[in-house]
T-cell receptor
Framework: AQKITQTQPGMFVQEKEAVTLDCTYD???????LFWYKQPSSGEMIFLIYQGSYDEQNATEGRYSLNFQKARKSANLVISASQLGDSAMYFC?????????????FGTGTKLQVIP | NAGVTQTPKFQVLKTGQSMTLQCAQDMNHNSMYWYRQDPGMGLRLIYYSASEGTTDKGEVPNGYNVSRLNKREFSLRLESAAPSQTSVYFC???????????????FGSGTQLSVL
């Protein structure tokens, strides 16, 4: 069984500051992938970043980076230089590989609010 | 360049009615997913399909059935709708392969379903 945990229901960050959103996971799979998605109030799901379990370097996409600590089973999202448009729900997700079936499950999300 | 197309965008049902949510992707992806999102909550996996001809239960499959009609289409059916199924439903397909830019879930725009 795979499980994703996001323990921060809500976060505030000052504009232009960096913020870290926490994500821990639990799986017995050797091969898995981790995603972060943003969901603004409009409701669409916006892809931010992906990290494979065998990737040696932390993934980065522009202002987003994924702090992947495999031994601790954590995959925190770091947003640098926060902008007002970053205010949204953020979801961590994991793709497992047990039995050849590759389900993707999501955490409960963190609501980020950027303060001017 | 349609991506993932979901229909309908909105639907109101009476308790006990049936309906099918349609989803199609034009990216030649093997894996497809159905999620529901209740207000203020994360995405919960209903069913998924790792490839054409295969489907498997996710976290909350009760009250739903799915059909992977072909590689493009993955439909979700509510046989006898209940108020507890009032939710936003998202369909997604998953790209694999590092050389294609890495794994990524592509989402449809969602279906807002209300069951009265």
């Amino acid at each position: 069984a795979q499980k994703i945990t996001q323990t921060q229901p809500g976060m505030f960050v000052q504009e232009k500051e960096a913020v870290t959103l926490d994500c821990t996971y639990d799986t017995s799979d050797q091969s898995y992938g981790l995603f972060w998605y943003k969901q603004p109030s409009s409701g669409e799901m916006i892809f931010l970043i992906y990290q494979g379990s065998y990737d040696e370097q932390n993934a980065t996409e522009g202002r987003y980076s994924l702090n992947f600590q495999k031994a601790r089973k954590s995959a925190n999202l770091v947003i640098s230089a926060s902008q007002l448009g970053d205010s949204a729900m953020y979801f961590c997700a994991m793709r497992g590989s047990s039995g050849g079936y590759q389900k993707v499950t999501f955490g409960t999300g963190t609501k980020l609010q950027v303060i001017p | 360049n349609a991506g993932v197309t979901q229909t309908p965008k909105f639907q109101v049902l009476k308790t006990g009615q049936s309906m099918t949510l349609q989803c199609a992707q034009d990216m030649n992806h093997n894996s497809m997913y159905w999620y529901r999102q209740d207000p203020g909550m994360g995405l919960r996996l209903i069913y998924y399909s790792a490839s054409e001809g295969t489907t498997d239960k996710g976290e909350v499959p009760n009250g739903y059935n799915v059909s992977r009609l072909n590689k493009r289409e993955f439909s979700l059916r509510l046989e006898s709708a209940a108020p507890s199924q009032t939710s936003v439903y998202f369909c997604a397909s998953r790209r694999t392969g590092q050389r294609l830019g890495g794994e990524k879930l592509f989402f449809g725009s969602g279906t807002q379903l209300s069951v009265l």
